[in-house]
């Protein structure tokens, strides 16, 4: 583990300019703690004033940051919304490395929650389920402006819980989801449906195992893994599914909240074609 000493310094330096409500001190402060020390760990948990747990620098402020009033969550925006907008709208829709920096530097931004959603699929289109799983219970648990994204994430989360083998917890997040948003529509492999009702028919499909897989080989986009089943309608099947998140696989499902009265939609990106 390597030396946090200077990364407890600026973080005890930030903790206390967020005390004095210095929101804007306290921003720069903890930027630079991500920037500067993204490797380095603080203590998470004491026992009778001896550390005895560790978490990482980006983990702790993301949690710290998340927590913040609304009055210093817009100072912070304020301040980084544009760069990380910035930096989102650099990154190719397939460039994973570059979409897990905005969402590690920049994750209270709306820009930081959508590079956490395409990541989501990105991962759920690999097959890396526990990543996409782990992201979605992330940004379910902390992000202070998902609002309007809630049920969608809800609806990713359980499917990549599913089929990364986890049922019970699948089952979990559906149970959420019918309880908090029982009548929230979504466009699902290009129907609009029910959220509820669609995951509930997903979650009844046995989870592929990773076994049935070629070392050589991974899941299309309606496809199956000799890459020999192709969508219906060619190239022009291939087009609509990144225009209008139409995927006929629940496992790769991209779900876009429909619009309503009081719920704005989701601008998360279709999943990425392969040939």
């Not at 990541?119 to 998902?146: K, R, S, V």
């Not at 009548?183 to 029910?194: A, E, F, S, W």
Request: aromatic content about 8%; glycine content about 6%; hydrophobic content about 40%.
């Amino acid at each position: 583990m390597r030396d946090p000493a200077g990364a407890i310094d600026k973080w005890a330096l930030a903790k206390r300019m967020e005390g004095l409500k210095e929101w804007n001190k306290s921003a720069d402060l903890f930027q630079e703690v991500l920037t500067k020390y993204a490797d380095r760990v603080v203590p998470s948990r004491l026992d009778h004033d001896r550390i005895c747990q560790y978490t990482t620098i980006t983990t702790a402020v993301q949690e710290r940051l998340a927590h913040w009033p609304p009055e210093g969550l817009d100072v912070y925006r304020a301040r980084y919304e544009i760069p990380a907008t910035n930096l989102l709208n650099q990154a190719r829709p397939d460039d994973s490395s570059a979409l897990n920096q905005v969402y590690s530097l920049y994750f209270v931004t709306d820009a930081g929650k959508q590079a956490g959603i395409r990541l989501m699929d990105l991962y759920t289109e690999a097959g890396e389920f526990p990543a996409a799983a782990w992201i979605g219970d992330h940004l379910l648990a902390l992000h202070p402006n998902l609002s309007a994204e809630r049920s969608a994430v809800l609806y990713r989360t359980a499917l990549a819980f599913h089929f990364g083998g986890n049922r019970v917890t699948a089952a979990e997040r559906l149970a959420t989801l019918r309880q908090k948003f029982p009548t929230d529509h979504g466009i699902v492999r290009g129907k609009d449906v029910v959220l509820g009702e669609s995951l509930a028919q997903d979650l009844a499909i046995p989870p592929t195992s990773a076994n049935t897989f070629a070392s050589d080989s991974w899941p299309m986009v309606g496809g199956d893994v000799s890459r020999g089943k192709n969508l219906p309608g060619g190239g022009k099947a291939r087009r609509t599914l990144v225009r209008h998140f139409d995927v006929p696989d629940p496992r790769l499902a991209a779900i876009q909240p429909a619009s309503s009265a009081n719920r704005s939609s989701n601008p998360t990106r279709g999943a990425k074609n392969r040939d």
